[in-house]
T-cell receptor, first 113, second 114 residues
Framework: KAGVTQTPRYLIKTRGQQVTLSCSPISGHRSVSWYQQTPGQGLQFLFEYFSETQRNKGNFPGRFSGRQFSNSRSEMNVSTLELGDSALYLC????????????FGSGTRLTVV | AQSVTQLGSHVSVSEGALVLLRCNYSSSVPPYLFWYVQYPNQGLQLLLKYTSAATLVKGINGFEAEFKKSETSFHLTKPSAHMSDAAEYFCAVSHSGNTGKLIFGQGTTLQVKP
């Protein structure tokens, strides 16, 4: 079956712009989480959505937002981009079951110039 | 608060040698523990997970990990390293199966020498 699909794979944006990243979870997975990965800070949790509701949020400014649609696909948006937002953004999905691990997508590499 | 510490940001082994990647966690409640591997320019792949069943967990590609509550450790091992094992490895913890929040360690880069 298809894995977690993230689009686009690579993105270059200018400071001050906004960006929207997309994540399509594995079919049947209703929980979608987002992570930011940078060399300095490592992997940091952004937020989690389940059944179109944000269930958990990390310590990121309000410029970072997300949403989930009825088909479980999720988007995250970053407004007023800063150079420090350059990172690999990873999406993960899973069944709503504690015995299942999280399946990650290949990520979107965002470069802010 | 939960946290994960991976001892050693870089580990180098010879091909065929034992791989040992160390992970210690801090959690006030019974944890769920995971090991992930990341190859260059790729996402994270789940190697194995501990969810309070057997303390010795076997994963993919010959890896296994043992949960030791008394030592708050979840070290990853593999008896014989292959060149293809060279990658970055992440230990992660969550405190409940009903949250999508994983707390990751800083990662350990495994180098395998021929």
């Amino acid at each position: 079956k298809a894995g977690v699909t993230q689009t686009p794979r690579y993105l270059i944006k200018t400071r001050g712009q906004q960006v929207t990243l997309s994540c399509s979870p594995i079919s049947g997975h209703r929980s979608v989480s987002w992570y930011q990965q940078t060399p300095g800070q490592g992997l940091q949790f952004l937020f989690e959505y389940f059944s179109e509701t944000q269930r958990n949020k990390g310590n990121f400014p309000g410029r970072f937002s997300g949403r989930q649609f009825s088909n479980s696909r999720s988007e995250m948006n970053v407004s007023t981009l800063e150079l420090g937002d350059s990172a690999l953004y990873l999406c993960a999905s899973r069944y709503e079951d504690s015995n299942y691990g999280y399946t990650f997508g290949s990520g979107t590499r965002l470069t802010v110039v | 608060a939960q946290s994960v510490t991976q001892l050693g940001s870089h580990v180098s082994v010879s091909e065929g040698a034992l791989v040992l990647l160390r992970c210690n966690y801090s959690s006030s409640v019974p944890p769920y523990l995971f090991w992930y591997v990341q190859y260059p320019n790729q996402g994270l792949q789940l190697l194995l997970k501990y969810t309070s069943a057997a303390t010795l967990v076997k994963g993919i590609n010959g890896f296994e990990a043992e949960f030791k509550k008394s030592e708050t450790s979840f070290h990853l091992t593999k008896p014989s390293a292959h060149m293809s094992d060279a990658a970055e490895y992440f230990c992660a913890v969550s405190h409940s199966g009903n949250t999508g929040k994983l707390i990751f360690g800083q990662g350990t880069t495994l180098q395998v020498k021929p």
